[in-house]
């Protein structure tokens, strides 16, 4: 059982789309983190959110921590192909010592 | 710029064949972490160190060992390489986090092994 599950798994849209991946769990945590992984490369870090509610901008991005620190979400207005990658949300559990938790990714696919 | 480098890009090597990865950091963070990521998964965790204190995932094969001789250096010895090992190698650092609240961790490029 995966203890963060992302959906969908994959998503190919269209340049100029807009999209939301989602990352959820049973679990709290302390805090979440979103990472964009390109073909061949580490996972890059793109936020972390701490506070419940907590909705932080990343030029065409928005992230948002759930209320109750058990699920997020990642939304990005007008899709362009360099936004192409994994994305994969991370958690650091309550109860949790220096681990992150993966969820599975998000494979994207902006086509021009 | 600070950073975290690994060492090859890429490797190849047989069957049963050891080899070693190598990551460095210019961070002077506390942790050190290693990955193993095959194609369209998530990273999984092979084992991190905490300063000199070496913690291994429950299931991590015993195949895999790792050294850190000093903040700035670690490595992953695989002793007997099999086709199952064929992945990415990812090697990440952090601050301690138990002091910054969170974990934000900060990947190097990665290394390809391939094993023939």
């Not at chain 2, 369209?40 to 204190?53: G, I, N, R, T």
Request: net charge neutral; proline share 5%.
């Amino acid at each position: 059982t995966q203890l963060l599950e992302q959906s969908p798994q994959f998503l190919s849209i269209q340049e100029g789309e807009n999209l939301t991946v989602y990352c959820n769990s049973s679990s709290v945590f302390s805090s979440l983190q979103w990472y964009r992984q390109e073909p061949g490369e580490g996972p890059v870090l793109l936020v972390t959110v701490v506070t419940g509610g907590e909705v932080k901008k990343l030029k065409r991005l928005t992230f948002q921590f759930g209320d109750a620190r058990k699920d997020s979400s990642l939304h990005i207005t007008a899709a362009q192909p360099g936004d192409t990658g994994l994305y994969l949300c991370a958690a650091l559990l309550i109860q949790g010592a220096q681990k992150l938790v993966f969820g599975q990714g998000t494979r994207l696919t902006i086509n021009p | 710029d600070a950073m975290v480098i690994q060492n090859p890009r890429y490797q190849v090597t047989q069957f049963g064949k050891p080899v070693t990865l190598s990551c460095s950091q210019t961070l002077n963070h506390n942790v050190m972490y290693w990955y193993q990521q095959k194609s369209s998964q998530a990273p999984k965790l092979l084992f991190h160190y905490y300063d000199k204190d070496f913690n291994n995932e429950a299931d991590t094969p015993d195949n895999f060992q790792s050294r850190r001789p000093n903040t700035s250096f670690c490595f992953l010895d695989i002793r007997s390489p099999g086709l199952g090992d064929a992945a990415m190698y990812l090697c990440a650092t952090s601050r301690d986090s138990f002091l910054a609240g969170y974990n934000e961790q900060f990947f190097g490029p990665g290394t390809r092994l391939t094993v023939l």
